[in-house]
């Protein structure tokens, strides 16, 4: 393993990213983050109503499978850190990187950047997989339209946000299948568990995966709950939380 000083934050992030396209399981979740998105936008252009009603959202319908893709990035951003600390090797990270707080900004640069880049590609061909297989008749949203525009953008940017959330949780947790089942709670199930307070309850808004669904629709505004920046920031700020305790768990806690 490469050695770098305790301030070579540029040599950590070298570090961090040789260690993430090395490892076989990054490529293998990456391809099922593809396969949702892509693949799901073809299925459900494909099966498309061709006399819907007003209230059909294409935009938001088109990307179905990002329930998928941020679980996938989620897994992702836990394995990079759990993984480590499973295998012991966390202690060879620290002795080349003695300061624990770059080592974790390292490791959330690199999977910030490789999941946005590759969620950002992802969400603009899964908008051209619809058109591509949507029949005649379907609606075909446009990226003419800034709404549209915007659900794509966002479409490519939360599961980078769910990524830095799950890497938060795996340096506070230091074991996988507990940080996963965390994320998996936490985005998923709780807004299960919670449905019974109703759809367009005050709680139901603030939860991640209600945040990224309202977000994706371009016809149809949602009046009661969180705008797109609003919720946008909010799960940025979550990512910051998770980051900042996992930070201060590294420092506090022996490897």
């Known amino acids: 393993m490469m050695t770098v000083g305790p301030h070579d934050l540029s040599g950590a992030v070298r570090m961090e990213w040789r260690k993430l396209r090395t490892v076989r399981s990054t ?8 396969a949702g998105m892509v693949g799901f936008a073809a299925l459900v252009g494909a099966t498309g109503p061709r006399h819907p009603s007003p209230s059909y959202d294409p935009t938001e319908e088109l990307f179905a499978g990002l329930a998928l893709g941020q679980l996938a990035i989620g897994i992702l951003g836990v394995l990079l850190l759990s993984s480590e600390f499973g295998s ?20 959330a640069a690199v999977i910030a950047a490789v999941t946005l880049a590759a969620g950002e590609a992802l969400a603009f061909a899964a908008f051209a997989a619809f058109q591509i297989a949507a029949p005649r008749g379907v609606p075909r949203p446009s990226l003419g339209q800034l709404e549209v525009l915007r659900a794509v953008l966002l479409a490519g940017a939360y599961p980078c946000l769910i990524g830095l959330i799950g890497l938060g949780l795996a340096a506070v947790i230091r074991h996988t299948a507990g940080a996963i089942a965390t994320i998996v709670g936490v985005v998923f199930l709780l807004p299960v568990v919670l449905l019974p307070l109703g759809q367009h309850s005050a709680v139901m808004r603030f939860l991640p995966e209600i945040i990224a ?34 930070g201060w768990s590294l420092a506090r806690r022996d490897a």
């Open 27 to 34: 490529w293998f979740i990456l391809l099922v983050f593809a």
């Open 88 to 107: 012991g090797s966390i202690r060879a990270t620290f002795a080349a990187v003695p300061r624990r707080g770059s080592v974790l900004a390292a490791k």
């Open 213 to 246: 669904e309202n977000s994706l629709t371009a016809v149809k505004p949602v009046t009661d709950s969180l705008t797109a920046g609003a919720g946008f920031g909010l799960l940025c700020l979550y990512a910051a939380v998770a980051l900042a305790a996992g």
